[in-house]
């Protein structure tokens, strides 16, 4: 597995021809697919639920990273599990029990990721800190893709980096929203290990093979990357 990560989120894909453009994910070295399950209550909007899930698994060999954007997430977990979610995330803003929520999908047999909203303080993590496979940093307010990247995550990166690395966990610090091979290079300095981007794969204006490419590049080589224009 790569250092870094690299997932494509769908909910920017065309959903007219989701296989190709899954398969062209898969092709061009995508590590991960993210899949943004939105309820229309915990975010504004409604998108996909264990249905497309169990549809990727069957189409796709690719790790499925199951964003939870919705409200008591623990009466769904069983049925994204069943469907092939291979990373269940939740937020803390919709988990009073987070540490039974966390066990659970580990029982699952999934890895357990937690997130929380760019206004949430980042010590709503701390209890848990040590029991998350993954952290994952919102970097806009969750509900749509091709939003604009709010400065102040790349703070909060550095503060979860300094958190994880002080009790010695290898959780993956994953950061959503907005990201692209501006905004890249300066999460991956502040300790980000892995990299969700919708827009920025799905409708880049070379195709997605080459917006893969692109964010590769400023993976490998962040320094050199700083001079280019933004995507
Ligand atoms: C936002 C979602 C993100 C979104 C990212 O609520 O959680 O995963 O799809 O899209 P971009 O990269 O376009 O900001
Ligand atoms: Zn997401």
Known sequence: MNSHILAPSILAADFTRLGEEIAACESAGADWLHVDVMDGHFVPNISMGPFIVEACKRITK????????IEKPEQHLEAFAKAGANHLTVHV????????????????GCKAGVTLNPGTPVGALEPVLHLADLVLVMSVNPGFSGQTFIPESIARVKDIRKKLDA???????EVDGGVNAETLPKLREAGATAFVAGNAVFKYPQGIEAGIKALRNVIARPEGAKQSPPV
Do not use: N
């Open 62 to 69: 690719l790790p499925l990273d199951v964003h939870l954007m």
């Open 167 to 173: 009790l010695g966990a290898s959780a993956w610090l």
């Open 93 to 108: 803003e919709t988990c009073p029990h987070l540490h039974r929520t966390l066990q659970y999908i580990k029982s699952l």
